[in-house]
């Protein structure tokens, strides 16, 4: 079992930024980023293999960026030119097998709110 806390969810005007933050309780080869809006599936974000290479969901590219500090147990989410639509909650996912980019994740967490008004 892996314990996920995240963290640095809030509110922001449209055109601002988060970054968000999850602490795992240990090593996992791949850490993601999820996201949920009430009423809505849950929806892939980002990824991180532990040699560093991302994936991005086409409507966070250009705008967010993913890494991980593997000393550390830790994965980041710097969230860019924010849009009402960004607003869910995000969820850290983790998993030792598979593909990083697929949504079959072992792992999760409890998520952390972002609000982007307009």
């Known amino acids: 079992q892996v314990q996920l806390v995240e963290s640095g969810g809030g509110s922001v005007q449209s055109g601002g930024s988060l970054r968000l933050s999850c602490v795992a309780s240990?090593?996992?080869?791949?850490m993601a980023w999820f996201r949920q809006a009430p009423g809505k599936e849950r929806e892939f974000v980002s990824s991180?293999?532990?040699?560093?290479?991302?994936t991005y969901a086409d409507s966070v590219k250009g705008r967010f960026a993913i890494d991980r500090e593997n000393a550390k147990n830790t994965m980041y989410l710097e969230m860019n030119s924010l849009k009402p639509e960004d607003t869910a909650t995000y969820l850290c996912a983790a998993k030792n097998v598979g593909n990083c980019a697929e949504s079959a994740y072992t792992y999760w967490g409890q998520g952390t709110q972002v609000t982007v008004s307009s």
């Open positions: 991180i293999h532990s040699d560093l290479v991302p």
């Open positions: 240990r090593f996992t080869y791949c």
